[in-house]
């Protein structure tokens, strides 16, 4: 099998109809840092050479109803799980499940929404 040309980084983009209510979130309560603004899409480095782009759209679909309803999880990866839920709940941060094993995958993850539905996750691997 041919070995394919490198890959550097990665974004993972996410559509908003408030861009700056969803800033506020992921900076302002996640503390991600602002890698790249360009207007109506901002960037975030997440780790090394990952990033979360968010990008305004004021015409877009709804996200699916109810909590087991999403197109997207985005996950952080951490060790410090607890201390995520800690300081987030600080926040005034709602979760949708607090931290616990998931035995069928090896992780032990919690779940909370952005502003605007999308489901995030942040676990760590057992």
Excluded at 32 to 50: F, M, N
Excluded at 66 to 75: A, K, M, N
Excluded at 80 to 109: C, M, S, T
Aim: aromatic share 14%; proline share 8%; charged share 25%.
């Amino acid at each position: 099998m041919p070995q394919h040309p490198p890959i550097d980084s990665q974004i993972t983009f996410l559509y908003t109809r408030d861009l700056e209510k969803t800033v506020a979130f992921y900076e302002g309560v996640l503390g991600l840092d602002l890698w790249l603004d360009q207007g109506t899409c901002r960037i975030y480095r997440t780790a090394a050479d990952s990033y979360l782009g968010l990008c305004e759209r004021k015409e877009m679909p709804d996200l699916p109803a109810g909590p087991d309803q999403h197109r997207v999880i985005f996950t952080l990866v951490t060790d410090a799980v607890d201390e995520w839920y800690k300081y987030l709940q600080e926040q005034g941060v709602e979760f949708e499940k607090p931290p616990q094993e998931n035995p069928r995958y090896r992780i032990y993850h919690c779940f909370l929404r952005d502003p605007e539905g999308y489901l995030i996750e942040i676990q760590r691997f057992l």
